[in-house]
């Protein structure tokens, strides 16, 4: 499965961005869809997960309450919605895909696809 991430950007504190993440084929509903993110000098980061059938998501705590995951399998797209951003929140966002079970739905180690990033950028 190919993974291409689009949508980010710079934005003030307060503002809202909305990353996409296009897969290449259809069998992506196979596939539990999570969004991390990386500082510069940091270790990339759990910021969401969807499952399957977009029945369940998890959120990491630092996210919770302002961001949105969504996925829709007819066009074989994840969505991470970010609302109320903080200058925190500055990174490269990266989708991922994996079979991953849900004790590890937030390590990076459990995902078997990468997008290659999109910048995210807020300003205070």
């Known amino acids: 499965v190919q993974l291409q991430a689009s949508g980010g950007g710079l934005m003030q504190a307060g503002g809202s961005l909305r990353l996409s993440c296009a897969a290449s084929?259809?069998?992506?509903?196979?596939?539990?869809m999570g969004w991390f993110r990386q500082a510069p000098g940091k270790e990339r980061d759990f910021v969401a997960a969807?499952?399957?059938?977009?029945?369940?998501?998890w959120y990491a705590d630092s996210v919770k309450g302002r961001f949105t995951i969504s996925r829709d399998n007819a066009k074989n797209t994840v969505i991470l919605q970010m609302n109320s951003l903080k200058p925190e929140d500055t990174a490269v966002y990266y989708c991922?895909?994996?079979?991953?079970?849900?004790?590890?739905?937030?390590?990076?180690?459990?995902?078997?696809?990468w997008g290659q990033g999109t910048q995210v950028t807020v300003s205070s």
């Open positions: 991922a895909a994996g079979s991953t079970i849900v004790s590890h739905i937030s390590y990076s180690s459990a995902y078997h696809y």
């Open positions: 084929e259809r069998t992506y509903n196979k596939y539990v």
């Open positions: 969807i499952s399957r059938n977009g029945g369940s998501t």
